[in-house]
């Protein structure tokens, strides 16, 4: 592997400095497709357009393949390529933003913490899906019985979740009389910066309540909204990446060119110059990340389920299907849209038009498969909640209910050919318990509706909600997924 992917790189922008001028202020828990493709990429901007020193310590915290990336990245010198995929363009950029990277399995876990309570870094930053924040999402607290909490509560000092690394590291930073950072959510989880200091000041409750007055009183946790399709890299990706680049970089990822970040401007100990970037810094994300949570995720999430049952891999395939795409379309404009109160100057069907002409471009592979996982952390804030509006409105939401049962079908695990679904979420066995009592049956709804976790206490004690959402799910028996998107 190349040492150095800049010396050999061909069609290729590239940084104009080495990680020399770079100084880690930016601890970021994992280093995955998404953070490579959008919050990096932002900072090599702002390198780019300024004289800033401001660089990632990059930290995964979890598998081997985790850590082959940590490792790859290091015998990158800290380089890898972003490819910003239109529909009849690609343009390669190398990255320059990060200074170091560290895995526990390789550089152990006291060298991860000490790194994030270095005086030099005023971030720490996380990409950790839904499930990362350990928290119970019907409650938004912080759940004491997730098997990597009770690892960092059984040895605090060598923790197992992102969690308890930062609870960790605020804690040196607290004996040593250091400044404190900022703790700064990017995944796709409503009011993330919230979620994050509920989770935080949890488990830091349940260690000090000293040290718990501490963050409370001197953290900030900023909530942003992120915006970018980032398939998860491939082999035929990273194969056509090198042979536009010339060479070979296995820590390669292909997006779309389009970005957003709006952030709360609330950094305890200094940020980077984002918005020169193109980053929009706010006093309120919320209703910006509704937006996003529901028209972009919520549409996603529908065409994921009912379009891999239907038989489609690609979000770009279901958008072939003329009833895929007017039912994506209406559920934007007719059942997402009206839950929202947005600033005059965002107008939701320009929003809605441009959501459909991304989910088209066919030169981004982006599975129906992975986006359908997790769907437990997930289906809460971006299909259940407009639900709950509707229900107090009385207005239509027939779209999100067919969405609601077309995950309920996919976690039956098999299609509708019989072939194997391989269903990747938290709850999984709780799911297979429940198909193997009834099978595929109608009869599975009460019992799915019944976990709390998901569907709370409220939504499954109103009768209509749940006939809607029985005759939803038969309807997907009947006649398949398809045909059920048409009848729409």
Request: aromatic share 8%; glycine share 6%.
């Amino acid at each position: 592997m190349e040492k150095n992917i800049v010396t050999s790189a061909i069609n290729a922008t590239r940084p104009h400095w080495t990680a020399d001028r770079l100084t880690t202020r930016i601890v970021h828990l994992g280093c995955g497709a998404f953070h490579r493709a959008h919050q990096a990429l932002y900072t090599h901007h702002v390198l780019e357009k300024t004289d800033s020193d401001w660089g990632y310590c990059e930290v995964n915290l979890i598998s081997k393949h985790d850590a082959a990336l940590i490792e790859n990245l290091k015998q990158q010198s800290m380089l890898y390529t972003v490819a910003e995929k239109g529909e009849t363009h690609t343009e390669l950029k190398i990255i320059g933003s990060m200074k170091e990277a560290l895995h526990p399995l390789i550089d152990g876990i006291d060298a991860i913490i000490e790194k994030m309570a270095s005086p030099s870094v005023s971030i720490v930053s996380l990409t950790v899906t839904e499930k990362g924040y350990c928290t119970d999402p019907a409650t938004g607290k912080l759940d004491k019985n997730n098997q990597l909490i009770q690892q960092d509560l059984a040895t605090p000092t060598q923790p197992a979740s992102a969690i308890g690394y930062i609870t960790a590291a605020l804690k040196l930073r607290y004996e040593r009389q250091l400044p404190p950072f900022t703790v700064l959510s990017c995944d796709n989880v409503r009011e993330n910066g919230h979620v994050a200091r509920e989770a935080v000041l949890g488990l830091a409750q349940l260690q000090s309540s000293e040290l718990a007055a501490w963050i409370e009183n001197n953290v900030t946790f900023p909530c942003t909204m992120v915006d970018r399709i980032v398939p998860a890299a491939t082999e035929e990706t990273l194969a056509e990446i090198a042979e536009l680049l010339g060479v070979k970089d296995t820590c390669a990822i292909a997006c779309e060119p389009f970005r957003q970040w709006v952030i709360e401007d609330n950094f305890v100990n200094g940020r980077p110059e984002w918005d020169c970037a193109g980053a929009q810094f706010v006093e309120d994300v919320v209703p910006f990340e509704l937006m996003k949570l529901r028209m972009l995720n919520g549409s996603h999430s529908f065409l994921a389920y009912l379009g891999y049952l239907g038989g489609y891999a690609h979000i770009s395939d279901t958008m072939t299907n003329p009833d895929y795409r007017r039912a994506a379309y209406a559920l934007m404009m007719n059942e997402q849209a009206p839950t929202l109160v947005m600033p005059e100057e965002v107008n939701l069907a320009d929003y809605a038009s441009s959501l459909i002409n991304r989910f088209t471009n066919p030169s981004l592979k982006h599975q129906t498969w992975q986006i359908a996982m997790d769907g437990s952390q997930k289906l809460p804030q971006r299909m259940l909640d407009p639900i709950a509006w509707h229900i107090t409105n009385k207005t239509d939401y027939r779209h999100l209910a067919l969405g609601i049962a077309g995950w309920m079908r996919y976690v039956a695990g098999v299609d509708e050919q019989g072939n194997k679904i391989d269903v990747r979420d938290p709850l999984v066995d709780t799911y297979t318990a429940i198909y193997t009592k009834h099978g595929l049956n109608v009869s599975v709804v009460d019992d799915l509706l019944a976990i709390d976790a998901i569907f709370g206490t409220e939504l499954p004690k109103n009768p209509l909600f749940v006939k809607v959402i029985k005759s939803a799910y038969q309807q997907l028996l009947d006649m398949g997924a398809r045909q059920a998107v048409a009848t729409l």
